[in-house]
């Protein structure tokens, strides 16, 4: 390994959409880490859980789809009843690409069908609050506990280039606020951390297709998965709560590198991106 992780050896924690993709990079660097991981997914929570446990910690497999409520509500409560605590939830969930055609995505809003608003906001942002919902009551009780968000983007006034997609992300970043602003008193953080560009295995697929290869500046998940890990370890976390920033500026803060040993510069939109410069 090209980090030495933080010991989160007594940490309970769910990560939710963790058979793939950024959860399972998050799940994965928690299991470095030595701590309890709930792996949740609709598909392959076992193998992600299995892989988890190989890596130190002790992966547990909760299948979950995380727009029924119900379900949702019966995860944390398996989480109460088996290990009595929860430490740290990664509400990475997001089901706002499904039914996606990304040969359109940079369409204008006009020419976007509306089903894709219902995706990123339903099936997306909706899943983000529904396991905070769910989750916090439990960090009540202890007075204690992190809640990560990974849906946003650090700087706003940058347009997306898809104005559902964008205008989720942006409300993941205010739902960080409220929520931290709600749980600050009950010593409760709420973090956002986001990804960047990564090398998910949908990006890589994606590049595939094109015959291409992702460029150079896109990084693991499990990158992602190691700012989880030392803002989950950090005894000021209290302190970061209702932020949010890219993976590459906590590796900054924390000195960490990714799976191959290389740091990134936070990925950054083109100028003609920039809202300012459309006069708003």
Same mark, same amino acid.
């Given at each position: 390994? +090209?980090?030495?992780?933080?010991?989160?050896?007594?940490?309970? *924690?769910?990560?939710?959409?963790?058979?793939?993709?950024?959860?399972?990079?998050?799940?994965?660097?928690?299991?470095? *880490?030595?701590?309890?991981?709930?792996?949740?997914?609709?598909?392959?929570?076992?193998?992600?859980?299995?892989?988890?446990?190989?890596?130190?910690?002790?992966?547990?497999?909760?299948?979950?789809?995380?727009?029924?409520?119900?379900?949702?509500?019966?995860?944390?409560?398996?989480?109460?009843? $088996? +290990?009595?605590?929860?430490?740290? #939830?990664?509400?990475?969930?997001?089901?706002?690409? $499904?039914?996606?055609?990304?040969?359109?995505?940079?369409?204008?809003?006009?020419?976007? =069908?509306?089903?894709?608003?219902?995706?990123?906001?339903?099936?997306?942002?909706?899943?983000?609050?529904?396991?905070?919902?769910?989750? #916090? =009551?439990?960090?009540?009780?202890?007075?204690?506990?992190?809640?990560?968000?990974?849906?946003?983007?650090?700087?706003?006034?940058?347009?997306?280039?898809?104005? =559902?997609?964008?205008?989720?992300?942006?409300?993941?970043?205010?739902?960080?606020?409220?929520?931290?602003? $709600?749980?600050?008193?009950?010593?409760?953080?709420?973090?956002?951390?986001?990804?960047?560009?990564?090398?998910?295995? *949908?990006?890589?697929?994606?590049?595939?297709?094109?015959?291409?290869?992702?460029?150079?500046? %896109?990084? %693991?998940?499990?990158?992602?998965?190691?700012?989880?890990?030392?803002?989950?370890?950090?005894?000021?976390?209290?302190?970061? %709560?209702?932020?949010?920033?890219?993976?590459?500026?906590?590796?900054?803060?924390?000195?960490?590198?990714?799976?191959?040993?290389?740091?990134?510069?936070?990925?950054?939109? =083109?100028? $003609?991106?920039?809202?300012?410069?459309?006069?708003?």
């Amino acid at each position: 390994m +090209s980090w030495s992780p933080p010991r989160l050896d007594d940490t309970v *924690a769910v990560v939710t959409g963790a058979s793939r993709g950024v959860g399972k990079g998050i799940a994965l660097a928690l299991g470095d *880490a030595g701590a309890t991981v709930y792996v949740t997914g609709r598909s392959t929570v076992d193998e992600a859980a299995a892989e988890v446990s190989a890596r130190g910690g002790r992966g547990i497999a909760a299948r979950t789809d995380h727009t029924d409520d119900a379900q949702v509500e019966a995860l944390f409560e398996r989480v109460r009843t $088996e +290990s009595g605590r929860l430490d740290l #939830v990664v509400a990475n969930a997001w089901g706002g690409y $499904e039914g996606h055609d990304y040969r359109t995505f940079g369409a204008p809003f006009w020419e976007q =069908p509306l089903s894709r608003w219902a995706a990123m906001f339903d099936a997306g942002l909706r899943t983000q609050l529904t396991t905070a919902r769910f989750a #916090v =009551p439990l960090m009540l009780e202890q007075r204690s506990g992190v809640l990560v968000l990974t849906g946003g983007w650090d700087d706003l006034s940058f347009y997306l280039g898809n104005l =559902p997609y964008d205008v989720s992300k942006a409300a993941t970043v205010r739902l960080v606020a409220g929520l931290a602003h $709600e749980l600050r008193p009950h010593g409760v953080a709420a973090v956002g951390i986001y990804p960047g560009f990564t090398r998910t295995e *949908a990006v890589v697929d994606g590049f595939a297709g094109a015959g291409m290869e992702p460029p150079p500046e %896109s990084h %693991s998940p499990e990158y992602v998965g190691r700012a989880v890990a030392h803002v989950a370890a950090d005894p000021g976390v209290l302190a970061l %709560s209702g932020t949010g920033a890219q993976a590459a500026t906590y590796a900054k803060r924390y000195g960490f590198t990714d799976v191959d040993g290389r740091t990134f510069e936070p990925f950054a939109m =083109p100028a $003609e991106n920039r809202l300012w410069d459309a006069g708003l």
